[in-house]
């Protein structure tokens, strides 16, 4: 079966870093896009950053862009999040999605098909 599972989060201060990873199996990773979202204590999970199944498209939520950078390594069945410049409205839970068919777009959580566990990013003040 899918499975996704992501790790790299932790505790951090403002202004670190971090890199999130997922990985995947059960599925050809390389036909597959592939999407980060995140849900804050009390709040809907949200669309983070994305990637296309080749890699040429990489859509980045508005509170993200500039400082989050989405890959992939389809050889290793992996994608990664980088986050710099991390913020204290940056903490949630983030998860890894996986979308076959990309035809209504990277964004709509709703689009995802798999998802991972979860993994917490909590940035403190």
């Known amino acids: 079966q899918v499975q996704l599972v992501e790790s790299g989060g932790g505790l951090v201060q403002a202004g670190d870093s971090l890199r999130l990873s997922c990985a995947a199996s059960?599925?050809?990773?390389?036909?597959?896009?592939m999407g980060w979202f995140r849900q804050a204590p009390g709040k809907e999970r949200e669309f983070t950053a994305a990637?296309?199944?080749?890699?040429?498209?990489?859509p980045y939520a508005d509170s993200v862009k500039g400082r989050f950078t989405i890959s992939r390594d389809n050889a290793k069945n992996m994608v990664y999040l980088q986050m710099n410049s991390l913020k204290p409205e940056d903490t949630a839970v983030y998860y890894c999605?996986?979308?076959?068919?990309?035809?209504?777009?990277?964004?709509?959580?709703?689009?995802?098909?798999?998802w991972g566990q979860g993994t917490q990013v909590t940035v403190s003040s």
């Open positions: 999605g996986a979308l076959q068919n990309a035809y209504y777009g990277l964004t709509p959580r709703t689009n995802y098909n798999y």
């Open positions: 059960g599925l050809i990773f390389s036909t597959y896009n």
């Open positions: 990637i296309s199944s080749n890699g040429d498209r990489t």
